[in-house]
Nanobody, 120 residues
Framework: QVRLVESGGGLVQAGGSLRLSCAASGSIFSIDVMGWYRQAPGNQRELVASITHNGITDYADSVKGRCAISRDNAKKTVYLQMNSLKPEDTSVYYC??????????????WGQGTQVTVSS
């Protein structure tokens, strides 16, 4: 069994910063791509940023220059540092990971989500 647990969301004023964390646990052999997605009410879930096992990153245009994704492979944890936050960044943020399990399967897993609210 594999779990992803996010933390770090909250309420922040526009221009402020937040750091999200997502820790994976369970029957994990290795973790491939890890990423952060977000979904606002009435919208589709969208990719915010992703990072490969070797540290290659990708960002949505809307957050380039304001967010930084990183990971600690030893801790099986991915982070999202968000700066210069805007009200339109308000969403539920979800962690996702492509995981090779101890049972030989490769599957995608989602965290439960963490709310980020940016006030104007």
């Amino acid at each position: 069994q594999v779990r992803l647990v996010e933390s770090g969301g909250g309420l922040v004023q526009a221009g402020g910063s937040l750091r999200l964390s997502c820790a994976a646990s369970g029957s994990i052999f290795s973790i491939d791509v890890m990423g952060w997605y977000r979904q606002a009410p009435g919208n589709q879930r969208e990719l915010v940023a992703s990072i490969t096992h070797n540290g290659i990153t990708d960002y949505a245009d809307s957050v380039k220059g304001r967010c930084a994704i990183s990971r600690d492979n030893a801790k099986k944890t991915v982070y999202l540092q968000m700066n210069s936050l805007k009200p339109e960044d308000t969403s539920v943020y979800y962690c996702h990971a492509q995981i090779y399990t101890d049972y030989g399967s490769r599957e995608g897993y989602w965290g439960q989500g963490t709310q980020v609210t940016v006030s104007s």
